[in-house]
Structure formats: structure tokens, C-alpha cells
T-cell receptor
Framework: AQSVTQPDIHITVSEGASLELRCNYS??????LFWYVQSPGQGLQLLLK??????LVQGIKGFEAEFKRSQSSFNLRKPSVHWSDAAEYFC???????????FGAGTRLTVKP | GAGVSQSPRYKVAKRGQDVALRCDPI?????LFWYQQALGQGPEFLTY????????KSGLPSDRFFAERPEGSVSTLKIQRTQQEDSAVYLC???????????????FGPGTRLLVL
């Protein structure tokens, strides 16, 4: 069965600093991987997704993620964090014929001024 | 344009009470999903509709949970005889096509926060 692990429950970074949020997945076949962001009172918003091809994926708001099959990882990065990036971030895994997208437990990002 | 909307945004129910949660997907979206998000957890899949057909309800936790989408647009998630463990945020998402989840971007609503006392 597929599953997602986000090892960091809470991360604090200073504004302007770089960010990396970790995501490890377990999936029997080629995974489809997603990162979502959830701000308070807002719905989940898709940041980026990986299906195939280039393992470095660019998303919205300056985020990128790299798929590393050998490490079963799909870490999210941003070179310079803005205060507005403070939110909850969720990694998710799905498959080609799968209506059941599995989410990680999330990482809460706090941005210090 | 309008996104996915859900109502009510907050619901407090007494244990044993029935509740109905509404989802208005983006107009024209074929696929509709319901998720349950417990406090401090990621969303968990409940059920999936393609138009009015409920194609997957494997995530519904018990027979007290029932979802419908009779005309292929608005959907209602009903929980009968609510229990305290039903307290969670219930998220609705829609996507444009009928392809599998990986092919289409899901657009999420803000959720309904249910508290069962």
C-alpha cells in the first residue's frame, strides 16, 4: 500500500533563508507525487506535481521539488522564503489508476522576521 | 472564477445527531472527491464521484457515512448518528476531467470543520 512520510512536524526558518521540506514515499509502482500548501482557513492548493520526465519539477510561488527514486524521496525546496510562505505543507502520492491519493501528515512552516 | 465552496464552514453537533455537509464544485468539473482531515493529520480519502456515479467509496469509515451527487454537480456528505471520533475537517475537491487522480489537478474547498460534542 502506498504511504507518505513527512519526518518534520514543524520547521522554523528566517525570512530570506532557504527551505527544504522532506518527503519520503512508499509505492509499488511508478508514483505520482504532489506537494500541496494549506493556509489557515484556505483550501489545499497544489504547488507542483511529478508524473515522469525531468526529476526536478518547478512549481508556483518559486517552489521546486526533486524526485529521487533511489531514495524514495520528493523533497520540496525554495531558495528564499517569504513571510507569506508560512503555512502547512503536505506531500501526497498517487498512481495512474488510483482514486486514492495518500497524504503525509504535513509539515508546519513558521517564518521568522 | 468561483472555486470549490463548502457549507457550512463550521458545524457543532451533539453525539447521535445527523449532519449534512454540502460541496459545490467548480462548474463543469466531472470528478468530485471527499476527504476527512483529522487534527494534525493529512487528508484521508473518503469517496469519489464521476458525474453522478459514485465510483469509489472505499474510504468511508463506516455505514454511518453516506455521500451523494444526484445531478452530477453539488454533493452532500451525510453522517448519521455522529460520534466524537467523527470530529474533523471534511474537505471536498473537484477536478475537470474523468481521468484518474494523477492526470488532473484537484481543486480543494476550504472545508467544513465538524465538532461532535
Amino acid at each position: 500500500a502506498q504511504s507518505v512520510t513527512q519526518p518534520d512536524i514543524h520547521i522554523t526558518v528566517s525570512e530570506g533563508a532557504s527551505l527544504e521540506l522532506r518527503c519520503n514515499y512508499s509505492y509499488g509502482a511508478t508514483p505520482y507525487l504532489f506537494w500541496y500548501v494549506q493556509s489557515p482557513g484556505q483550501g489545499l492548493q497544489l504547488l507542483l506535481k511529478y508524473f515522469s520526465g525531468d526529476t526536478l519539477v518547478q512549481g508556483i510561488k518559486g517552489f521546486e521539488a526533486e524526485f529521487k527514486r533511489s531514495q524514495s524521496s520528493f523533497n520540496l525546496r525554495k531558495p528564499s522564503v517569504h513571510w507569506s510562505d508560512a503555512a502547512e505543507y503536505f506531500c501526497a502520492v498517487g498512481g495512474l489508476n488510483n482514486n486514492d491519493m495518500r497524504f503525509g501528515a504535513g509539515t508546519r512552516l513558521t517564518v521568522k522576521p | 472564477g468561483a472555486g470549490v465552496s463548502q457549507s457550512p464552514r463550521y458545524k457543532v453537533a451533539k453525539r447521535g445527531q445527523d449532519v449534512a455537509l454540502r460541496c459545490d464544485p467548480i462548474s463543469g468539473h466531472v470528478s468530485l472527491f471527499w476527504y476527512q482531515q483529522a487534527l494534525g493529520q493529512g487528508p484521508e480519502f473518503l469517496t469519489y464521484f464521476q458525474n453522478e456515479a459514485q465510483l469509489d467509496k472505499s474510504g468511508l469509515p463506516s455505514d454511518r457515512f453516506f455521500a451523494e451527487r444526484p445531478e452530477g454537480s453539488v454533493s452532500t456528505l451525510k453522517i448519521q448518528r455522529t460520534q466524537q471520533e467523527d470530529s474533523a475537517v471534511y474537505l471536498c475537491a473537484s477536478s475537470l476531467g474523468s481521468s484518474s487522480v494523477s492526470q488532473e489537478t484537484q481543486y480543494f474547498g476550504p472545508g467544513t470543520r465538524l465538532l461532535v460534542l
